[in-house]
Nanobody, 122 residues
Framework: QLQASGGGMVQAGGSLRLSCAASGRFLAIYAMGWYRQAPGKQREFVASITSGGTTNYADSVKGRFTISGDNAKKTVYLQMNSLKPDDTAVYYC??????????????????WGQGTLVTVSS
């Protein structure tokens, strides 16, 4: 499971930090990331990080958002600075992993958390 937290309401120019923790038994977590879905829009990619530390960002958040991870805690963070009203959305955590189910490894992509709402007021 993925548990996201840290959303809230902030004024434009402000900052928020999102966290997402994976719970369960894993052989490996290959990558974790964030997507967001604004009202009336499709879900879009925000940022991702691999277990090796390689990061990738959507152009719309480059220079403002920073993704980081703690492999030992199985947690990914998204530091969001200089927030804009256009950043208002439900933010979803995403991960690719090999979980241990029973005694067997099970590879799984596109595992989703429950979402956390970020509201940026102008």
């Amino acid at each position: 499971q993925l548990q996201a937290s840290g959303g809230g309401m902030v004024q434009a120019g402000g900052s928020l930090r999102l966290s997402c923790a994976a719970s369960g038994r894993f052989l490996a977590i290959y990558a974790m990331g964030w997507y967001r879905q604004a009202p009336g829009k499709q879900r879009e990619f925000v940022a991702s990080i691999t277990s090796g530390g390689t990061t990738n960002y959507a152009d719309s958040v480059k220079g403002r958002f920073t993704i980081s991870g703690d492999n030992a805690k199985k947690t990914v963070y998204l530091q969001m600075n200089s927030l804009k009203p256009d950043d208002t959305a439900v933010y979803y955590c995403n991960a690719d992993w090999v979980a241990i189910v029973g005694d067997a490894p099970v590879a799984s992509k596109d595992n989703w958390g429950q979402g956390t709402l970020v509201t940026v007021s102008s």
